[in-house]
T-cell receptor, first 115, second 115 residues
Framework: GEDVEQSLFLSVREGDSSVINCTYTDSSSTYLYWYKQEPGAGLQLLTYIFSNMDMKQDQRLTVLLNKKDKHLSLRIADTQTGDSAIYFCAVQRNILTGGGNKLTFGTGTQLKVEL | GAVVSQHPSWVICKSGTSVKIECRSLDFQATTMFWYRQFPKQSLMLMATSNEGSKATYEQGVEKDKFLINHASLTLSTLTVTSAHPEDSSFYIC???????????FGPGTRLTVL
């Protein structure tokens, strides 16, 4: 089955950029997502990218996709203390490729923003 | 739009009792809803996928008689944990997809503690 890996922890200073990395194994992954989870809360969809794209930018967030290496990254510019949370990448096949739109989540990266 | 709610947000129950958790899509119709379980400091594990009006599809290793899922309408799915035991204590999160799309929108989660 699909395997999605992330580093467990990242610490940055306020105002710096954060880069959270994710690797996956299934080359049929069609949609790739980034979710944010604050303590005791559900998941907030931050952004997503289709597999036919290399990059997507949305305000402070930049997603880069390297399909050849099966590597996804999320860059947060001008990181703020409110960005402290756990970030999950998730990959999905679409229904047409037999994925049944199930999501496979990464292990999550705890981002800590220090003053 | 795309707001998903869960009720209750937390529940404490005695061992042997049953607990029902509701998942509602508030501003859209959800043909598919998903139920996940998350242990502390871990990723989300998919338990089952439910489509409106049909039986849920359970992931391998998830007991369908213990975790009863009902998706009776396009805006409501329920998860009932029957004869709960302390090892069922966890954070349960639902998600919902709009008809014809793959993106999942997550509820805020329900913290279940079984004494």
């Amino acid at each position: 089955g699909e395997d999605v890996e992330q580093s467990l922890f990242l610490s940055v200073r306020e105002g710096d950029s954060s880069v959270i990395n994710c690797t996956y194994t299934d080359s049929s992954s069609t949609y790739l997502y980034w979710y944010k989870q604050e303590p005791g809360a559900g998941l907030q969809l931050l952004t997503y990218i289709f597999s036919n794209m290399d990059m997507k930018q949305d305000q402070r967030l930049t997603v880069l996709l390297n399909k050849k290496d099966k590597h996804l990254s999320l860059r947060i510019a001008d990181t703020q203390t409110g960005d402290s949370a756990i970030y999950f990448c998730a990959v999905q096949r679409n229904i047409l490729t037999g994925g049944g739109n199930k999501l496979t989540f990464g292990t999550g990266t705890q981002l800590k923003v220090e003053l | 739009g795309a707001v998903v709610s869960q009720h209750p947000s937390w529940v404490i129950c005695k061992s042997g009792t049953s607990v029902k958790i509701e998942c509602r899509s508030l501003d859209f119709q959800a043909t598919t809803m998903f139920w996940y379980r998350q242990f502390p400091k871990q990723s989300l594990m998919l338990m089952a996928t439910s489509n409106e009006g049909s039986k849920a599809t359970y992931e391998q290793g998830v007991e369908k008689d213990k975790f009863l899922i009902n998706h009776a309408s396009l805006t409501l799915s329920t998860l009932t944990v029957t004869s709960a035991h302390p090892e069922d204590s966890s954070f349960y999160i639902c998600s919902a997809s709009r008809m014809g799309t793959d993106t999942q929108y997550f509820g805020p989660g329900t913290r279940l503690t079984v004494l």
